[in-house]
């Protein structure tokens, strides 16, 4: 890992999803920052061109939907020269399609090679996501939209807080030093993390914990009411509840409500991941659970919350397996990532974050994160 990293590095988890492995993207260009005087020559093979293409691509399809989300039902009045994702979607397709094409062809081979020894269909052994769907369905639409769907719900979710827990970390010098002792103590400097072994380390959940409370992936979500209801009034003294017709659609930010001082005391806009530990949990959270909601709750949770805390656990412990500390390389940021001036005496982490968060289905930092990583002595 150190020597991938060399000459400075752009955390990207978004770009190695191993759960999938449908791109290699690993061949992809790793990429460096504007001022880096000397970047090493980049490939530019095939592969490491369209993948870098389907990511691009993938987000501008993104941007368009998120697009199609604020202005509401009259989306397609913006859009009458033309659907604004068919270009980025033509690029997804040329790299996903032959993807699922030979995946299905090379599960037919499979399917008649187990046959011709008198094993059913379906017992082909799953080992990605591509061979499980299959399990299920040959057809490539259902195939596409279901991996897709997947890459979004689990790659820009993830790839996001394991950006915000190194910035966290650069942040925090103090923080860093403890996560890694507990690294080192429950795993030590080179060990593979197990399942069970994650279990017990709680700081690290905790520092999972308070980046996903102050930077939500999700950080804006809306429901639409199916039936027409009423909601008691939030104000204590207003008896009168809430008239919520039928088809209505109602928004609600998990980043605004994580923050508020009523729910989670005067130190809420505090990156101090103690509170998920300290007597503050029974103060706060333990009476109203409902206030921390990066994965929402209900019948729609995210289907992979815990595939996520395990994910983004073992891939952190990797990193403080070989990098003892983390500062933040404000100048390798583009101007336009940075956050602006005026910002730096606005209250709350608006006045105290150094990058410029942005937001399309999920949440992200625009030209990615740059720090500086020290390598472990031990
Ligand atoms: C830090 C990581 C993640 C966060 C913060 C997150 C957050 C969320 C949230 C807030 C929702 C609900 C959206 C809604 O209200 O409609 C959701 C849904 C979902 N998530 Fe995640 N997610 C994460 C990782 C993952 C991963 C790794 C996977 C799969 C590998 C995944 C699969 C899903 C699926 C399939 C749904 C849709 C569930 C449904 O509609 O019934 N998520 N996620």
């Not at 599960?107 to 052994?125: S, Y």
């Not at 400097?189 to 279990?199: D, S």
């Not at 503050?280 to 949770?301: D, E, S, W």
Request: with cysteine.
């Amino acid at each position: 890992m150190p020597s991938r990293f060399k000459p400075g590095f752009n955390l990207d988890s978004g770009s190695q999803i191993p759960h999938l492995r449908i791109c290699p993207s690993l061949k992809a260009n790793i990429p460096y920052a504007h001022n880096v005087p000397f970047p090493p020559p980049q490939s530019s093979s095939a592969h490491a061109e369209s993948a870098n293409h389907f990511v691009k691509a993938f987000n501008d399809a993104m941007q368009v939907i998120a697009e199609r989300e604020y202005v509401g039902v009259i989306w397609p009045l913006w859009e009458m020269w033309g659907d604004k994702s068919r270009k980025p979607m033509e690029v997804v397709s040329r790299f996903l399609d032959p993807i699922i094409r030979a995946a299905i062809e090379k599960r037919r081979v499979a399917e008649r090679l187990v046959g011709e020894k008198g094993v059913g269909k379906g017992e082909v052994e799953a080992e990605t996501l591509l061979d499980e769907l299959l399990n299920s369905t040959s057809d490539p639409k259902i195939l596409k939209d279901e991996t897709l769907n997947i890459l979004l719900a689990g790659r820009d979710t993830t790839m996001h807080i394991l950006t915000m827990v190194v910035y966290f970390l650069s942040m925090y010098p103090d923080v860093c030093a403890r996560l890694r002792e507990e690294v080192l103590t429950h795993v030590g400097p080179t060990a593979r993390p197990t399942y069970e072994g994650i279990k017990d380390m709680k700081y690290l959940r905790a520092v999972i914990n308070e980046t996903l409370r102050l930077y939500p992936s999700v950080p804006f979500n809306v429901k639409e009411c199916i039936n027409t209801t009423t909601w008691p009034s939030p104000d204590p003294n207003d008896e009168r509840p809430i008239y919520i017709p039928g088809g209505a659609k109602v928004p609600w930010a998990s980043i605004l409500m994580h923050r508020r001082k009523d729910l989670w005391g005067p130190d809420a806009e505090e990156f101090s991941p103690d509170r998920f530990l300290d007597e503050r949990v029974k103060k706060y959270l333990l009476p109203n659970p409902f206030q921390f909601l990066p994965f929402n709750a209900g019948p729609r949770i995210c289907l992979g919350q815990q595939f996520a805390y395990n994910e983004m656990s073992f891939m952190l412990i990797r990193l403080l397996q070989s990098f003892e500390s983390f500062s933040i390389d404000e100048d390798a940021f583009m101007p336009d990532a940075r956050p602006p001036k005026e910002w730096a005496s606005a209250p709350g982490r608006k006045g105290i974050d150094k990058f410029r968060p942005r937001f399309h289905l999920t949440m992200y930092t625009s030209d990615g994160m740059w720090i500086k990583a020290k390598e472990a002595t031990y």
